[in-house]
């Protein structure tokens, strides 16, 4: 009946109309017609009964199934809402965890011994949970204190527990700055990048830095650089290269400070990755030690982790030519970085960050200067009994900490039970078009990167001798008359709707480190390159700082960006659908996507790269232990950018008690005591199939090689086609490598 029903009542109306005008169609057998049709339509009367029927059970389905969604609308909204309540108090509850811990912290780390390494040096020190206890003669012992100790059977998971909430607390949108200081074969790497199967701070901080930010409600976009120091020089390791052009003769990248106090380095290439493993793709790649780094838009916040090159004395080295050379720059740099935490954490009225006032550093000493000294605080200026509260605070705002985000878990997971229920009942939610994501983070950059070479044109004829991330800025070139300054250009800031502040926190979560950030990021590179400045012409060597560096640039949306959506997708989806628009505006701007990037550099005949990597990769296994006479300890330092925390429940001092300047003076110390009585160099180099090489001279083998740049090795990877001779070159010379 259907079908004919269907077809009738599709010629109802012309039937209808006839009825009303065309009298001439009433013949016998039109009207035998319609009533037929009238038969048809009219139903029976249990028909009329279950059509009746039917239609409520309709009515009653819709209703039903209206005020289902009503009432899952209505508890998502009251769960967001919670939700959003719940993520401030937690992102107060860490910040305020992390002032009262303090802003520097100091951890050190002693490795295992190996079984070759002497008896006797074990008995050298001892320790406790927070200090380090150095026998320096017969009867004397040195005290070393730290904020945490961790002794040769700690994990990795240990050490990373300890720097969690400081990564965390990047994506609130603070300046983190993390680096390993130590002697060569400390356990710096192992403790930075440590191995596949038992991953250091950087791929755990990346990971939880891609799992926070898919659980968190603001969009993300994570940039990757990665960048060398190295005599003087920062290289950018990502820049396209090919064969012609080869790293070796990549240009030198520039520092530029902007009136802002933000630090860029011009031209750095930045690629965009969406997840861990995308990252893991690029440390697998590289097979470098290095720094992260975090930006948040606006606020610009920074994360960087850093291994620094090894600390050892050139007397203990013997090193000559180039290797003493670059020794001497690495030692005056980490020197220069002693003194600079000294300066701040006595509150010296100068802070060493460079040689005069009219420097690269200007900026970074101005806008870090006082934010640093008043973070810092010397532990023993505090009386016992504040100390006992601070302590006692700490305890319950980790439990706050742990709660809060437990309980931001359980909302979460209930929230993406009713959005599932609701898609269920109303079909999947629309996609989402219209917000475009890369041009709010590559607009930026665009500006960045064009008026970083618009600075770099003028300073370039600026002392051209020095290494060109020693340049001064463009304000202190101003200043001294150079009139070099060139102002940056104006931002073409996309259109962004006024941001919400729903708490103090959060509000200084997001403004202050605008004020705060510079110091701490850019102090690394300020470090490195003040470091370097007396030297290079006190002495007339070259500069160096052995220390290479992963970026990670993270754009975060505020909320109201977002919310215009109403809904949480995370910035994977979104690339997702956006990615070849994002990609062609990134690329033109300096950004580039990781596929690209890697294309780039494979069709830029790199082939025979990954090979070659995995050859340069002595793999030595967790048992393996490289040998040193002592486990001399690897000193780990973070530091999170410092403000104000208002939160008037806690009524303590909220100054850091870290003795930093002091531990690091000590640790010189102790590497004198060391290198006269404790230590004796490596004498094994691991291969990759664990056979141990013997060498006849032993001080040859631990120092006879130039310690080679990254890039360089880099570039071997890269450019070179593997053979054996070179792959026998690369297994003996290196004495060790990261095991990526
Ligand atoms: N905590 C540890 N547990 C086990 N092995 C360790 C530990 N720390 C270091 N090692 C091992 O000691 C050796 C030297 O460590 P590592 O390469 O990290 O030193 P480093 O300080 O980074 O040296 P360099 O300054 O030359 O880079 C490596 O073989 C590493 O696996």
Redesign the pocket.
């Known amino acids: 009946m259907d079908v004919k029903l269907a077809r009738t009542m599709r010629n109802l109306p012309d039937t209808l109309s006839s009825l009303m005008g065309f009298n001439k169609q009433l013949t016998p057998s039109w009207t035998e017609s319609v009533s037929h049709i009238i038969d048809g339509l009219a139903p029976t009367k249990p028909q009329m009964t279950l059509m009746v029927q039917k239609a409520e059970n309709i009515d009653q389905d819709n209703t039903e199934s209206d005020s289902k969604v009503e009432k899952i609308q209505a508890e998502l909204v009251s769960l967001n809402a919670q939700l959003k309540q719940i993520t401030l108090q937690r992102r107060e509850a860490l910040n305020n965890y992390l002032d009262l811990k303090g802003n520097i912290r100091v951890f050190c780390?002693t490795?295992?011994f190996h079984h070759e390494e002497s008896y006797s040096s074990r008995n050298l020190f001892t320790l406790d949970e927070s200090n380090v206890f150095l026998k320096v003669a017969e009867t004397k012992r040195k005290q070393y204190k730290f904020d945490k100790v961790f002794d040769?059977f700690s994990t990795q998971g240990d050490v990373f527990s300890e720097v969690e909430p400081v990564i965390k607390s990047a994506l609130d949108g603070y300046n983190v700055c993390i680096f390993a200081y130590?002697q060569?074969?400390?356990?710096?790497?192992?403790?930075m990048e440590g191995k596949p199967t038992n991953l250091g701070v950087i791929p755990r901080g990346i990971q939880t830095l891609f799992n926070r930010a898919s659980e968190c409600n603001n969009r993300f976009l994570f940039t990757f650089s990665m960048l060398e120091i190295y005599m003087g020089n920062i290289r950018d390791l990502l820049a396209p290269r090919n064969k012609n052009n080869g790293l070796k003769n990549a240009p030198s990248l520039s520092i530029k400070s902007d009136p802002d106090g933000g630090i860029e380095i011009e031209d750095l290439v930045a690629v965009t990755v969406n997840s861990f493993q995308e990252v893991k793709r690029f440390l697998i790649r590289i097979s470098l030690t290095s720094l992260n780094m975090t930006e948040r838009r606006k606020a610009k916040n920074k994360l960087w982790m850093i291994?620094l090159?090894?600390s050892e004395r050139l007397v203990k080295t013997k090193a000559t030519g180039k290797r003493l050379k670059e020794g001497k720059a690495i030692n005056l740099s980490l020197s220069a970085l002693g003194d600079v935490i000294d300066a701040l954490q006595t509150k010296k009225s100068h802070v060493p960050y460079s040689p005069n006032e009219g420097d690269l550093c200007e900026t970074i000493c101005t806008l870090g200067f006082a934010t640093r000294v008043r973070s810092i605080r010397l532990e023993s200026e505090e009386p016992p009994e504040v100390k006992a509260r601070k302590e006692t605070v700490i305890i319950d705002l980790g439990q706050k900490v742990s709660n809060l985000e437990h309980e931001c878990e359980d909302i979460r997971r209930k929230i993406k039970n009713l959005e599932e229920t609701m898609e269920q009942l109303t079909g999947p939610p629309p996609t989402i078009s219209n917000f475009d994501m890369s041009h709010l983070s590559s607009e930026e950059l665009k500006t960045d990167v064009s008026s970083n070479v618009r600075s770099s044109k003028n300073q370039r004829e600026v002392s051209s001798s020095l290494p060109r991330f020693m340049k001064p800025t463009a304000s202190s070139q101003h200043r001294t008359g150079l009139n070099y300054y060139t102002p940056v250009i104006k931002r073409i800031k996309p259109p962004v709707p006024p941001r919400r502040r729903p708490s103090s926190v959060y509000a200084e979560s997001v403004t202050v480190p605008v004020n705060a950030a510079p110091w701490q990021s850019e102090c690394s590179m300020s470090m490195t390159s003040d470091m370097n400045w007396t030297p290079s012409i006190q002495d007339g060597t070259e500069c160096s700082q052995d220390a290479s560096e992963y970026e990670i640039k993270q754009v975060i949306f505020s909320e109201h960006d977002k919310s215009s959506h109403d809904q949480v997708t995370c910035y994977t989806d979104y690339q997702l659908a956006e990615s070849r628009d994002m990609q062609n505006k990134t690329e033109v701007k300096g950004i580039v996507d990781i596929d690209n990037w890697l294309d780039q550099q494979i069709v830029e005949k790199t082939s025979t790269y990954q090979s070659k990597q995995v050859l340069d990769i002595p793999r030595?296994t967790e048992g393996?232990?490289?040998v040193s006479s002592i486990p001399s300890p690897?000193i780990m330092a973070c530091t999170k950018a410092d403000r104000q925390v208002k939160d008037k429940r806690i009524d303590l001092a909220l100054q850091p008690s870290t003795d930093y300047a002091q531990d690091i003076k000590q640790t010189k110390i102790a590497n004198q005591f060391t290198a006269q009585e404790l230590c004796t160099p490596p004498f094994k180099e691991?291969c990759r199939n664990n056979e141990v090489k013997g060498h006849k001279d032993k001080n040859h083998v631990y120092h006879g090689k130039p310690r080679r740049s990254l890039q360089e090795k880099l570039e071997e990877c890269m450019l070179e086609k593997p053979n054996k001779d070179s792959r026998s070159h690369s297994l003996q010379d290196e004495k060790?490598k990261i095991a990526y």
């Open positions: 780390r490795r295992p040769p130590g060569t074969g400390s356990g710096k790497t192992y403790t291994d090159g090894g030595v393996e232990i490289y690897t691991f060790h």
